[in-house]
């Protein structure tokens, strides 16, 4: 549809998750030690046919890229010290 907004999520992240794969990613290096257990977690839903089918036809994707590829993809420039 013209001038749709098609969210660009496809999963909501923890920050325990975000340390689990930079520590995964980055074993020689000290990340913070709290798991920030006490923060609320965040509830998204919507409906991900639309992204999803878009992703297919414009891109040949048609799934989500994993989670630790993201990160890691974001994370490029930064060198393991």
């Keep these: 549809m013209r001038s749709e907004r098609i969210q660009a999520w496809g999963r909501y992240h923890t920050w325990m998750e975000v340390f689990a794969v930079l520590r995964k990613l980055y074993p020689r290096h000290k990340f913070v030690d709290d798991d920030f257990s ?6 998204l839903t919507t409906d991900e046919s639309r992204p ?4 297919k036809k ?4 048609g799934e989500w890229r994993k989670f630790e ?4 993809d974001n ?3 930064v ?3």
């Design 79 to 81: 060198e393991d010290e």
């Design 75 to 77: 994370l490029k420039h």
């Design 69 to 72: 590829d993201t990160v890691r």
């Design 58 to 61: 414009w891109g040949g994707q």
């Design 52 to 55: 999803l089918a878009l992703m």
């Design 38 to 43: 006490g923060l609320p977690d965040l509830s």
